[in-house]
């Protein structure tokens, strides 16, 4: 992923403000930024570039006033071409020479007013209009906020200028995404009641983006010379290598799926049921990736089968015959069973359930599930020595040795106080009560607890959903009841989580 970075630097004539970018670009290692508010005149430009960013290249806006926006590029890492340019945003395609991959790159300024800013808006719909499957960043200074929880302090914007920001980002399909650093990413300098706080500035990215580089978030860095905080792009490429299971709810209506499970469940495994069970879970596992890459890509089965429906009714509208009707009945229902498989696989990942009788509008399931994929994600973290770490294997390390320390580790360990917890409780149990918790657990209370679970909840640590269960249950339903009360009957299980009274 290039590393990109954007700053409204307040002005760009000084000396300090030069040197600022370059210690953004050097602490970062920016390849790709944009300059925002430069403030240089046109006479001014080479002299300018002539004094930072050496052997980068450079496109000025000059077609607003004086500088709007300048994008800056190291033409050793990216190549940039440029696509369009508006007052208020350059739009371009980049190319990282070290992955080969490209992407779209919108950096934007938006108006301080609100009527040309609707000039951006529009911009942004007709660009989201032609973009299906590139990858598109599109960040600066929006001049806009999305609600009142954007603002600290008295502001004069307006419930019609956040709905109609809003609006575009339904529109264009685009997607926040998480950042660390400053809340607020503009100041207005002033002290006392007059002080206010924006978050003016920020980075929307839409699905294909998501898909690409499904970790990416960005860092709202301290303001420096100017009254604006950079933004700049973190992440890394997804490693393929190492996909999840979860099994796709939708392969349970496919022809042949019982017998599928049964040809695997009949195989007898030395072991405990636990252990049998597992095996044979995993076992299946390999089963659902082949037949779900024989299925191929949902979406594009959509695709493919509106493809066929049209021609064929384009064929029967032109010669009316008996048997192109038929062909129309068929690619009719093909394309109609495509849906359903599709819009299953992206209920059951957004786990949209206030959606069940609604709208099955792909795109809203897209956007959910790219936006929670992203919300997902831990990029920073604190010690307890105020330390920050901010790389994916720094903040898993200090996971893991913070809960060892807590769960056994070097921390001693602390006596409960019965007293001090009897002096909390509402209710002590009965011996009835108690009795009733260690009860054995039977085969009906394992089958209603799963059937109880909804079918798109997500799944457990295994990958199988509740659907895989509930559709299987007749062939392993047994198995899975043996192994539960296996496990339950396992010698202080149950004693050891109920506190003595």
């Not at 920016?30 to 403030?39: A, M």
């Not at 997804?238 to 392969?251: C, G, K, S, T, V």
């Not at 192994?483 to 004693?495: H, I, L, P």
Request: proline letters at 3%; aromatic letters at 10%.
């Amino acid at each position: 992923m290039i590393r990109v970075a954007s700053w409204n630097v307040r002005g760009l004539n000084g000396v300090d403000h030069q040197r600022a970018v370059e210690q953004l670009v050097s602490d970062h290692k920016i390849s790709f930024l944009g300059l925002i508010e430069t403030r240089v005149n046109l006479a001014n430009v080479q002299r300018i570039r002539l004094n930072f960013l050496h052997n980068w290249s450079w496109f000025e806006d000059y077609s607003g006033p004086a500088g709007r926006i300048w994008l800056a590029w190291f033409p050793l890492e990216v190549n940039v071409e440029i696509l369009r340019v508006e007052t208020q945003l350059i739009h371009c395609r980049a190319f990282n020479k070290r992955t080969h991959t490209k992407c779209l790159i919108s950096v934007l300024y938006g108006d301080y007013d609100l009527i040309p800013r609707r000039d951006l808006w529009g911009v942004l719909r007709t660009l989201s209009a032609g973009i299906l499957e590139e990858p598109w960043l599109v960040l600066g200074d929006f001049n806009a906020v999305i609600d009142d929880s954007e603002v600290y302090g008295r502001a004069a914007d307006t419930s019609a200028s956040m709905a109609e920001f809003r609006s575009c980002i339904f529109d264009t399909g685009l997607v926040q995404l998480p950042s660390t650093g400053c809340p607020f990413t503009w100041h207005n300098c002033s002290e006392g009641a007059r002080s206010l706080w924006k978050r003016l500035d920020r980075m929307l990215v839409n699905e294909a983006w998501l898909e690409a580089w499904p970790d990416s978030s960005y860092i709202c860095a301290l303001p420096s010379t100017s009254d604006h905080s950079p933004l700049v792009l973190t992440g890394t490429h997804r490693d393929a290598e190492h996909a999840i299971f979860r099994f796709d709810n939708y392969l349970a209506r496919q022809p042949g799926f019982l017998e599928l499970v049964t040809n695997i469940w009949r195989h007898r495994i030395v072991g405990t049921a636990m252990y049998e069970v597992v095996c044979k879970l995993k076992a299946l596992k390999a089963d659902f990736r082949r037949q779900r890459q024989r299925k191929g890509n949902l979406t594009e089965n959509v695709k493919m089968a509106k493809r066929f429906l049209d021609k064929a009714q384009t064929l029967f509208a032109t010669y009316k015959e008996d048997l192109l009707l038929h062909l129309v009945k068929c690619c009719r229902t093909v394309y109609s069973e495509a849906i359903k498989q599709e819009i299953r696989m992206l209920k059951q990942r957004a786990k949209l359930r206030w959606m069940k009788h609604g709208d099955q509008n792909s795109k809203v399931f897209f956007r959910k599930i790219n936006s929670a994929r992203a919300k997902q994600q831990i990029f920073q973290i604190m010690k307890a020595t105020g330390e920050v770490l901010t790389g994916t294997q720094d903040v898993t390390q200090e996971f893991i040795s913070y809960f060892q320390s807590l769960l056994g580790g070097t921390s001693p360990h602390r006596v409960v106080d019965l007293d001090f917890l009897r002096s909390d409780l509402k209710h002590t149990l009965t011996i009835d009560e108690a009795n009733l918790l260690d009860a054995p657990v039977t085969q009906s209370d394992i089958k209603d607890a799963f059937f109880a679970i909804d079918e798109d909840s997500a799944p457990g640590p295994d990958g199988y959903t509740s659907a895989f269960f509930k559709s299987t249950w007749p062939v392993i339903g047994h198995d899975i009841s043996e192994a539960v009360g296996e496990f339950s009957e396992q010698e202080n299980f149950s004693n050891r989580l109920i506190l003595p009274y």
